[in-house]
C-alpha cells in the first residue's frame, strides 16, 4: 500500500516548503493567487534586476519560517496535541495571508488607495479614523474578515477551530485584542503575533534572505538557524510571550544589522526611491482617474500586470518617465542617524534652500526624504524578552545596546534633477555649498553630504 504524498514546493531559499492538502486549496484561492503578479520589492528591480520574486514566493517562505519558529517553541508534550495542532495551523494560515493586501508593485501605489470608509471594513475592525487614507493592511482585514476568501477559511479551517477572525488578530489586531488563543488559563495570543509580526518574526526572517538572494547582496544574511534553535516561551503576567535564549545575542544582533543594512543599500536606493516618487506624482496628477478601488473584489482583480499596463497606455508625462526607465539625476544625497527631530529639521531646512535656488534658475528639482524603521514600534520590543543565563527574563530593548543604537533609523534626504539639467544643477550646487552650506558644515551636523 503505497502511502499518499504530501503535497511538496521547491523554494529557492528553504528547499522543500510542505503543505496540507487544506493549505494547497487554500493556496489556489484566486485572493493568494494574486500575489503571483505582485512582486515582493515593487520598483527596486529597476536598481537590482534579479528582484522580481514576488509575494507569493515570500508568504509560502513565511509560512515554512513560521512553523520552524513554532516547533522551536513548543516542543512534543509541551501543550496537548489538539491545542498544539490548533496554534501551529492557525499560525501558517496566517502567514500565507500576512501579505494578501499588498497592492500592486509593493508599497508604492499606497498613494492611490482610497479612504478608509470606501472599505466598509467589518464591525469590530480596529478602529481608524474613516477619513484617512487606507493602508494595506486595512485591505487585508477586509479581504480576510469580508470577501470571497472568508467563505474558503471557514471551509478549509473551520472544523478546526480557525476562524478569520482569529487569523486577522494574529495578523493585524492591535495589541490588546488577546484572550483568542488560550489554554490552561494562559493567553497564548501574544507569542503566536509575535512569529507573524516582531522584531524577532518569521516575516523578517524570510524577506531579508530572499531580497539578499534575488538583489545579489550579501547585506540581508544571519545565522536564522541558531536564532530559531534559540527561541523560548516566557510567562508574564498570564501571557505566553517570545523570548529568546542570551547565548543567542550575536546572532540577534546581527539579524538587526542585516535589516537594517538592507534599507541603506536596497530598500531606500536612490534609484527605487526616485521612481516611486514618480509613480506617487503619476497617482497624483491622474486624480479620480485611477484611485484603486475600495469593492475588495475589484481590488483583488488588480496586480502589478494591471498597473503597468496602465503606465504604458498612458501619456502622462510621470508615466512615461517610468515606463522608459528615465530617472532623474541624483544631485546630492545627505544621511542622517541621529536624533530623530534634529534630523528631520537641520536637512530639510537646507536642502529646502537648495530647492528654492534651482527652481528660480528655472530647474525642475525633486527633494525626497527617506528613512528605514528599525522597529515596528516600542511595544514591539518591551514584549520580547531575552532569557539571562540566571532564568531572568529582561525586556529586549533593556538588554541590547546594538538595539537601542539603532532606534534612530537612517534618514536620506534627496535632491533629484532631470537628466539633461545635471550640469547647469552642478553649478547651482556649487554655488549653494560656497555660500554657507559647505559639506564639512553637514558632516558636523552628522549629515553625510554627496556630491
Known amino acids: 500500500m503505497h502511502k499518499k504524498p504530501t503535497p511538496t514546493i521547491r523554494d529557492p531559499i528553504h ?12 493556496l489556489d484561492q484566486p485572493a493568494l493567487q494574486r500575489l503571483r503578479n505582485v512582486k515582493q520589492l515593487g520598483l527596486v528591480d529597476l536598481a537590482f534586476p534579479g528582484a522580481t520574486h514576488t509575494r507569493y514566493n515570500h508568504s509560502l517562505g513565511a509560512m515554512h519560517v513560521a512553523t520552524r519558529l513554532f516547533d522551536s517553541l513548543f516542543g512534543k508534550g509541551d501543550l496537548p496535541t489538539a491545542v498544539h495542532n490548533h496554534f501551529r495551523q492557525a499560525v501558517r494560515v496566517a502567514m500565507l495571508l500576512h501579505d494578501i493586501g499588498h497592492p500592486p508593485l509593493s ?7 482610497p479612504a478608509v470608509k470606501e472599505l466598509q471594513l467589518p464591525k469590530g475592525s480596529p478602529c481608524r479614523n474613516l477619513d484617512e487614507r487606507a493602508t494595506h493592511e486595512d485591505y487585508t482585514l477586509k479581504i480576510i474578515l469580508d470577501s470571497s476568501l472568508t467563505a474558503a477559511l471557514k471551509h478549509l479551517f473551520g472544523d478546526q ?11 493585524c489586531a492591535r495589541p490588546e485584542e488577546t484572550n483568542i488563543f488560550t489554554h490552561n488559563g494562559l493567553d497564548y495570543t501574544p507569542i503566536l503575533k509575535q512569529i ?10 524570510d524577506y531579508l534572505r530572499r531580497d539578499s538572494v534575488f538583489c545579489g547582496v550579501d547585506y540581508g544574511k544571519f545565522d536564522a538557524d541558531w536564532l530559531i534553535h534559540n527561541v523560548v516561551p516566557v510567562q508574564q503576567d498570564g501571557s505566553v510571550y517570545l523570548g529568546l535564549l542570551s547565548r543567542a545575542l550575536f546572532a540577534f544582533e546581527d539579524f538587526l544589522l542585516s535589516r537594517y543594512h538592507m534599507f541603506a543599500t536596497v530598500y531606500l536606493h536612490h ?3 526616485l521612481f516611486n516618487e514618480l509613480l506617487r506624482r503619476c497617482f497624483f496628477s491622474l486624480g479620480e482617474s485611477f484611485t484603486l478601488p475600495g469593492d475588495i473584489e475589484a481590488y483583488l482583480s488588480i496586480d502589478d500586470i494591471t498597473i503597468w499596463h496602465t503606465l504604458r497606455t498612458s501619456l502622462n508625462p510621470w508615466a512615461r518617465l517610468i515606463v522608459q526607465r528615465r530617472p532623474y539625476h541624483m544631485l546630492t544625497e545627505h544621511r542622517y542617524e ?3 527631530q534634529e ?3 537641520q536637512p530639510s531646512t537646507a536642502l529646502q534652500d537648495l530647492h528654492a535656488r534651482l527652481v528660480r534658475q528655472s530647474l525642475e528639482p525633486v527633494t525626497i526624504h527617506s528613512e528605514s524603521t528599525l522597529a515596528k514600534s516600542p511595544r514591539a520590543c518591551r514584549d520580547i524578552y531575552i532569557l539571562t543565563p540566571t532564568g531572568k527574563a529582561v525586556p529586549l530593548d533593556h538588554y541590547v545596546p546594538l538595539y537601542r543604537r539603532y532606534r534612530h533609523p537612517a534618514r ?15 553649478k547651482v550646487l556649487h554655488t549653494w555649498i560656497d555660500h554657507g552650506h559647505p559639506r564639512k558644515q553637514h558632516q558636523n551636523n552628522g549629515v553625510e553630504a554627496v556630491l
Open 338 to 340: 541621529g536624533d530623530e
Open 107 to 113: 508599497h508604492a501605489a499606497e498613494a492611490a488607495m
Open 161 to 171: 477551530g480557525i476562524s478569520p477572525r482569529g487569523i486577522a488578530a494574529l495578523i
Open 271 to 273: 534609484t527605487p526611491v
Open 15 to 26: 528547499g522543500f516548503v510542505t503543505l496540507s492538502s487544506a493549505e494547497l486549496s487554500l
Open 343 to 345: 534630523s528631520r529639521s
Open 196 to 205: 507573524v509580526s516582531s522584531e524577532c518574526d518569521a516575516d523578517r526572517m
Open 412 to 426: 536620506f534626504h534627496r535632491v533629484y534633477v532631470p537628466a539633461v539639467q545635471k550640469q547647469q544643477a552642478a
